[in-house]
């Protein structure tokens, strides 16, 4: 299935989904496998070491320590890899309302980390620019 890539039905088509419970950031140094307890949403790798994307419960049970306690947004639409601007329309939105994001984005979909306690404002940001507003 090919992504959407025009920017007007991507935007228009997004449906931000809310995923429940909080993800932190970890890192942990670059030679080091993965705690058996860990399943991470997300990996990268840099110079620096692992950046691990997990449930805070999961870092504090495997006493990680975390940064940027954070609610995850899937936009569910099927945006191209190669899209043009979807995500700078989003973020520079979300700028504009002063909530901070780490955006990240898979093969099917975009996913958003805000910030615990902007996480429901974000949501009406999303939906105002989709026309979904509640």
Sequence with gaps: M??????????KHMKPELWPGIFVFCTIPITESLPVSINP???????????LVIPRD?????????????????LTVHSA??????LAAITAQLAAAGISV???????????????????????????ISGNAA
């Design 2 to 11: 090919t992504g959407e890539r025009n920017l007007d039905a991507l935007l």
């Design 41 to 51: 949403l997300m990996t990268f790798r840099e110079q620096e070491g692992t950046t």
């Design 58 to 74: 999961e870092a504090k049970a495997a006493g990680l320590a975390y940064a940027f306690a954070s609610r995850l947004i899937t």
């Design 81 to 86: 890899l190669d899209a043009v601007g979807f």
């Design 102 to 128: 780490n955006a990240v984005s898979a093969f099917h979909h975009d996913h958003l980390l805000v910030p615990v306690d902007r996480a429901d404002e974000a949501m009406d940001v999303l939906r105002e």
